[in-house]
């Protein structure tokens, strides 16, 4: 490789940036399906001091993880793609193009 080239897989790094947003929108669904569990619990799937803790582990701690987990890789799809176009907008220039 010469000093003035840049190589990279456009297509490759593309299905990344499509794997995390799938991962997002995953994440996103089980959100939604611990969620419903909380709920479950809290209707009375689980009495008592263990069904309350449940509740509250499964629908605040677990729900909030999963959560700032998808933000996360929302985000970084987002910085690749803005990445991948610099990319491809320097090695056009770098191309006289």
Do not use: H
Not at 1 to 23: C, H, P, T, V
Request: glycine share 8%.
């Amino acid at each position: 490789m010469s000093s003035g080239e840049l190589k990279y897989n456009e297509a490759q790094i593309r299905e990344m940036i499509q794997i995390l947003r799938n991962s997002a929108q995953q994440f996103n669904s089980l959100t939604e399906e611990m969620q419903s569990l909380a709920r479950a619990v809290s209707d009375g799937a689980l009495l008592g001091q263990a069904g309350e803790e449940l509740t509250q582990a499964v629908g605040t701690v677990l729900v909030g993880a999963i959560n700032r987990l998808s933000a996360r890789l929302t985000e970084r799809s987002r910085f690749v793609e803005v990445e991948l176009e610099q990319l491809i907008k320097a090695a056009s220039n770098m191309r006289g193009n």
